[in-house]
């Protein structure tokens, strides 16, 4: 038993002196990545943070000039009625004036005509009467009638300078009104240019403030999608503290197998001496995930998880959160399990794209499609056919792209698909 039992700590000790030079060497290197990836987490974060404050502030700024140009809309409408009454004023004015025109001609005619009748009555009574005035009133019978004869005389004389100076009032009085008419037409022309000047700086203005709504779109667009690129970084960066971790779990894994198979051979030597150990466990082994392949009509892998050259921009040692399986478009996706849509919509690096959530942390993505077949909140089942194959978003051809992320983090999908 002496034996044994001392053969048994040369075990252990073999277990933990593989489990030291394998496992603390690489833990402590892979420390420092861990600690750069959180600090690259932590810049991102940040970043992220100024990018939605000035993405509000963007936003705020455009619905100002929103109002603003409703405010100057307002305006210009008002200027425009104004316009239109002045152009109705207008017409009325230079219709009155027209009216007037020939009140003012015809008043001119008559006073012509009586002018006329008049020279002719003057004439008439010289050249052809008999007698002249004076031999007129002496051949009167009696005084009376003198009277009588001059006062007839006088009258024919008073009816016609009464008539001319009626006539004259009169185009005076129409000349005037002309007059008037033409001033409030010629005040009209001014207010209607005024208008005119108002109405091209206001519609100068709502050009500019157009423009600017346009450019402040153009802004809250890019931030929205420098948020997206932060979440995606971010999500990267997670996911190098994973395969860290993983890859430190994974040595440790080794590290304890390569000391359970010294143990095992020291074991073996204890017994071909004739001496008993204890037995060591063995480790459980992996269970189906119970998820399908996501594009049954092709297992093409064009690009696989992890460090890679970006396609689009060339960018060495780019981290790929997924598979990118090529694939023509209009080829049917379906869905990898059984859950709820809680994404359907787009993006400038999805661009058209499905996120359903399976339970147990698990979400399943599908980018780059060229038609949904699903909305956001709808329950799919395994199978199903969700959307098809496209090149929407940040992408170089047909394909998609497909990842698979457990309480948030992407992983490898072949651990939970194989083509």
């Not at 002496?138 to 001059?150: G, K, M, T, W």
Request: proline share 2%.
């Amino acid at each position: 038993m002496k034996l044994a039992h001392k053969k048994y700590i040369c075990m252990l000790l073999a277990f933990l002196t593989a489990f030291m030079i394998g496992g603390f060497s690489l833990a402590s290197s892979s420390a420092s990545g861990v600690d750069d990836a959180k600090g690259e987490i932590d810049r991102l974060e940040q970043e992220k943070k100024e990018t939605e404050k000035r993405l509000k502030e963007l936003e705020a700024l455009k619905g100002d000039l929103e109002k603003y140009i409703e405010e100057l809309d307002k305006d210009l409408n008002a200027t425009y009625a104004e316009l239109e009454k002045i152009a109705g004023q207008m017409e009325e004015k230079q219709a009155e004036i027209d009216r007037t025109k020939e009140e003012l001609a015809g008043a001119k005619a008559d006073e012509e005509e009586q002018y006329e009748a008049m020279k002719l009555r003057i004439r008439y009574m010289y050249e052809n009467s008999p007698v002249s005035y004076l031999e007129l009133l002496l051949s009167a019978e009696s005084f009376a009638e003198v009277l009588n004869r001059a006062e007839y005389i006088s009258q024919i004389s008073e009816y016609d300078r009464k008539m001319l100076g009626v006539y004259e009032d009169t185009v005076e009085g129409i000349s005037q009104k002309e007059s008037a008419l033409e001033t409030e037409l010629a005040e009209l022309a001014d207010l209607k240019e005024q208008n005119e000047a108002k109405q091209n700086s206001l519609e100068t203005m709502v050009e500019a403030k157009t423009l600017e709504v346009e450019k402040t779109e153009a802004k809250i667009d890019h931030a929205a999608g420098q948020v997206l690129d932060f979440e995606d970084e971010i999500g990267e960066q997670k996911e190098i503290i994973k395969r860290i971790e993983e890859s430190v779990e994974a040595s440790i894994q080794a590290s304890k197998e390569e000391a359970s198979r010294k143990a095992e051979e020291e074991s073996r030597r204890a017994e071909e001496n004739g001496e008993t150990v204890p037995e060591t466990p063995a480790e459980g082994g992996n269970t189906n995930t119970g998820f399908i392949w996501p594009l049954p009509d092709s297992k093409r892998i064009t690009s696989y998880y992890g460090s890679r050259v970006d396609p689009v921009t060339g960018e060495k040692g780019a981290f790929h959160s997924g598979l990118d399986v090529g694939a023509p478009t209009g080829t049917d996706i379906v869905a990898a399990a059984e859950g709820t849509v809680t994404v359907a919509g787009y993006t400038s690096i999805n661009g058209n794209y499905i996120k359903i959530y399976h339970g147990n942390g698990i979400t399943t993505a599908y980018c780059h499609c060229s038609v949904l077949e699903v909305e956001a909140g709808e329950k799919v089942s395994q199978g199903q056919v969700i959307a098809k194959v496209g090149s929407t978003g940040k992408s170089t051809g047909p394909h998609l792209h497909f990842g698979v992320a457990k309480d948030g983090t992407y992983v490898d999908p072949l651990g939970y698909v194989s083509p």
